[in-house]
């Protein structure tokens, strides 16, 4: 396989994106933890969390499976189970690490709970399911933009002709 190299304004256009969509989420995350009325120390330390790929994954998760993210959503809701089971697949965290996640992402009101067919249950908030479908239509042209620059730098592939 050939190799494809890149030159300086490709590698600036995806780190300009990763860092614009990293500052999105902060502020997704600030907005719906700031609508729980908690102290600026739980502030601080749910933004501490709230940042890392663990939080992240686990809200989009929900959020993919919601209404907000998913037309043909069965439920607005997924049971902790389920959350385990896909999040091991993920992140490779067991489900005592996961339980304390979620029960943040509850305390600090991205998830409420929810019973389903006597399971305890999360799903996302409106204010979160709102506040991060938001934030992902804004980061859209973004990702529109990273795509249009990668795609203007392909190198052209040539290919060999048949005698």
């Known amino acids: ?19 614009a969509y990293e500052q999105k989420w902060r502020e997704t995350c600030e907005f719906v933890v700031r609508q729980k009325g908690l102290t600026p120390a739980h ?9 890392t790929y663990q ?8 959020w993919w499976a919601s209404p907000f993210g998913n037309d043909d959503a069965n439920s607005p809701a997924l049971v902790i189970d389920e959350i385990n089971s896909r999040m091991w697949d993920a992140l490779r965290l067991g489900h ?7 029960d943040n992402l509850i305390r600090w009101g991205f998830f409420t709970e929810q019973t389903i067919k006597r399971h305890k249950a999360v799903a ?19 990702l529109d933009d990273l795509d249009a620059k990668l795609v203007s730098q392909r190198p052209e592939v040539i290919g060999a002709r048949s005698a």
């Open 96 to 102: 005592l690490a996961i339980k304390e996640r979620v």
């Open 55 to 62: 939080y992240w994954a686990i809200v989009m998760l929900l």
């Open 124 to 142: 996302l908030t409106p204010v979160a399911g709102s506040a991060i479908s938001k934030s992902l239509a804004e980061a859209k042209p973004l």
């Open 1 to 19: 396989m050939p190799r494809t190299e890149y030159n300086d304004a490709v590698i600036a256009a995806i780190f300009g994106f990763f860092g």
């Open 43 to 51: 502030v601080n330390d749910a933004m501490d969390h709230l940042v």
